[in-house]
C-alpha cells in the first residue's frame, strides 16, 4: 500500500467524477423513456444502500485494501481467486469506458481520426495521472470536476429557449417494467462499479467522514442525472432520446449560433479519464498485492496495454457496447457489486462480534 | 490479402517500447520470478491479441463468451 492520504474533499471530488464517468455522454435510463426520471430516483436510492454496504466493509476492515480484505474473510486461497477475478473486472470495467471515450469521440469531435488512436494517446495519460499516485489522483480530482456539472449547467441554460416542459407526461405511460430494468442498468453501472473504492477508501485521511462523502457524493450524482435527464427530454422529447446514440451531444449542438460541443468533449475526458485512473489504479494496486510487489507502478504499463487492447477486442461495434451495457452488464455485475460485498459485510460483522465477545 | 489495421499496429509498437523500457527495469532491480511472469504473461496475451486485431482476425471476444454462458444458464434470453 502507498504512505499516501487524501481528504476528504478529493474523496469526495474523485468519487463524484468516477460516478459521472461516461453516463454523462450517454442518457441515464434512456430505456425508461419519459419515465427515466424515475428510474434515477430508484437506482440513486440503490446506489445509495450500495454504498452504504461499501463503506460498512471499508470501515468494519480499517487499513485493508480489497485484496486484504477477502484474503481474511475467505482465507488465502479463496481470498487469491476472488482478488483475481476482480481485478478482471476492473480492467473489463476500464476497457468499457475506453471504448465509450473512443466511440464518442469518433463518432462526434474527431470522425477521420482512427479510435485505436485515440484510446492509445488517452492511455499514455493515464499511465502518467496512475504512476503519479492516488495524492496526484485526488488532487487531479478536485480541480477538475467541478468543472463537470458548471459545464452541464452552462449547456442546460444554452438551450433553454428550446423546450417542451410537459415532454416528461404521462407517468407511466408505457408501464413499470422499462423504469425497473433502466433503474437497475443505473444501479450497477455506475452505482455499483464504486466497489472500485474498496481499494481507495483506505488512504482517506479522516475515516469518520467516509459514509458522509459517499452519500453527498450519491446525492449529487442523482441530482445531477436527473437535471440532464429532463434537460434533454424538454428539448429532444422522449421519441428522439429513444433513437439517438450520444443524447447529451445531440442536445448542445442544437443551440444555434453557439458551438457547444467542446463543453461535452470536456466533460468526457474529465468524467471518463476519473473514472479510468480510479479503476486502473485499483487493478493494478490489487494485482500488484496478489503478487506481492513491491511496487504498484511496475504493473501501470502492462495493465493500461491489456485494457487499450481489450477496448478495442471486446466489442466489434458501438451497438454491441450498448446492447452489453443495456442487457449483460446488470447480470454480470451482480456477484462482483451485490453477492460478494454481501457477503463480505456478514463475515466482517460475525467476525467483529466474536472479537468483541473475546474481549469481554 | 490480408486486410492489415495499421492504426492498431503503431498502438501495439508504441506500447512495446515502454513495455521494453519497463522490462528492463524489472530485470535490473531483481524482481522476483513470480513478477516477471506475471509481467511477460499480460504482455504476450495483449500483443498475441493485438496482432490478431491488426491483421483483421478478431478473436471470439470475452463479452462473446460471459454472453453466450448467460444464455445457456437462461439469464438472458
Given at each position: 500500500m502507498e504512505k499516501a492520504r487524501i481528504s476528504g474533499l478529493q474523496l469526495f471530488m474523485l468519487m463524484t467524477g468516477f460516478l459521472l464517468g461516461s453516463r454523462l455522454i450517454i442518457n441515464p435510463a434512456t430505456e425508461a423513456k419519459n419515465d427515466g426520471w424515475i428510474a434515477i430516483l430508484i437506482s440513486g436510492a440503490g446506489g445509495a444502500i450500495l454504498l452504504t454496504l461499501y463503506t460498512s466493509i471499508s470501515l468494519l476492515n480499517p487499513s485493508r485494501t480489497l485484496v486484504d480484505i477477502l484474503r481474511h474473510q475467505f482465507g488465502k486461497s479463496l481470498g487469491n481467486i476472488i482478488a483475481l477475478f476482480y481485478i478482471w473486472y476492473f480492467i473489463h470495467l476500464a476497457s468499457l469506458v475506453f471504448r465509450n471515450f473512443g466511440s464518442f469521440l469518433v463518432t462526434t469531435t474527431y470522425p477521420r481520426t482512427p479510435?485505436?488512436?485515440?484510446?492509445?494517446?488517452?492511455?499514455?495519460?493515464?499511465?502518467?495521472?496512475?504512476?503519479?499516485?492516488?495524492?496526484?489522483?485526488?488532487?487531479?480530482?478536485e480541480i477538475l470536476v467541478p468543472i463537470v456539472p458548471v459545464s452541464s449547467i452552462i449547456i442546460g441554460l444554452s438551450v433553454v429557449t428550446t423546450h417542451d416542459f410537459t415532454a416528461f407526461l404521462p407517468v407511466l405511460e408505457n408501464g413499470i417494467k422499462p423504469v425497473i430494468k433502466a433503474s437497475l442498468n443505473l444501479l450497477s453501472f455506475p452505482f455499483g462499479e464504486a466497489i472500485v473504492f474498496l481499494t481507495i477508501f483506505p488512504y482517506l485521511n479522516k475515516k469518520k467522514s467516509l459514509k458522509k462523502i459517499t452519500a453527498l457524493s450519491v446525492l449529487l450524482v442523482t441530482g445531477l442525472f436527473l437535471y440532464i435527464f429532463f434537460r434533454n427530454i424538454i428539448v429532444l422529447e422522449s421519441n428522439f432520446i429513444d433513437q439517438a446514440t450520444f443524447v447529451p451531444h445531440v442536445t448542445s449542438v442544437l443551440f444555434p449560433g453557439i458551438n457547444l460541443e467542446p463543453l461535452f468533449d470536456v466533460i468526457m475526458i474529465i468524467g471518463g479519464g476519473i473514472k479510468i485512473i480510479s479503476t486502473i489504479y485499483a487493478a493494478v494496486m490489487n494485482l500488484n498485492q496478489l503478487i506481492g510487489a513491491a511496487n504498484y507502478r511496475k504493473f501501470t504499463t502492462c495493465i493500461v496495454m491489456f485494457s487499450v487492447v481489450l477496448s478495442i477486442w471486446v466489442y466489434e461495434n458501438i451497438f454491441e457496447v450498448f446492447h452489453w451495457a443495456g442487457n449483460i452488464w446488470f447480470y454480470y455485475s451482480i456477484p462482483f457489486q451485490i453477492v460478494i460485498p454481501v457477503i463480505l459485510l456478514i463475515l466482517s460483522l460475525v467476525k467483529k462480534g466474536r472479537s468483541q465477545n473475546e474481549g469481554t | 490479402m490480408i486486410d492489415m489495421n495499421y492504426n492498431m499496429l503503431i498502438v501495439l509498437v508504441v506500447f512495446t517500447v515502454l513495455v521494453i523500457y519497463d522490462l528492463q527495469k524489472l530485470i535490473k532491480n531483481k524482481d522476483s520470478i513470480k513478477v516477471l511472469i506475471s509481467y511477460i504473461v499480460i504482455v504476450a496475451s495483449s500483443l498475441a491479441v493485438g496482432l490478431l486485431l491488426a491483421l483483421g482476425k478478431r478473436p471470439v471476444s470475452p463479452s462473446e463468451w460471459i454472453e453466450w454462458i448467460f444464455?445457456?444458464?437462461?439469464?438472458?434470453k
Open positions: 479510435m485505436e488512436i485515440i484510446i492509445a494517446f488517452f492511455a499514455l495519460t493515464i499511465i502518467y495521472a496512475v504512476n503519479s499516485g492516488i495524492e496526484v489522483m485526488g488532487r487531479l480530482s | 444464455k445457456m444458464i437462461g439469464v438472458v
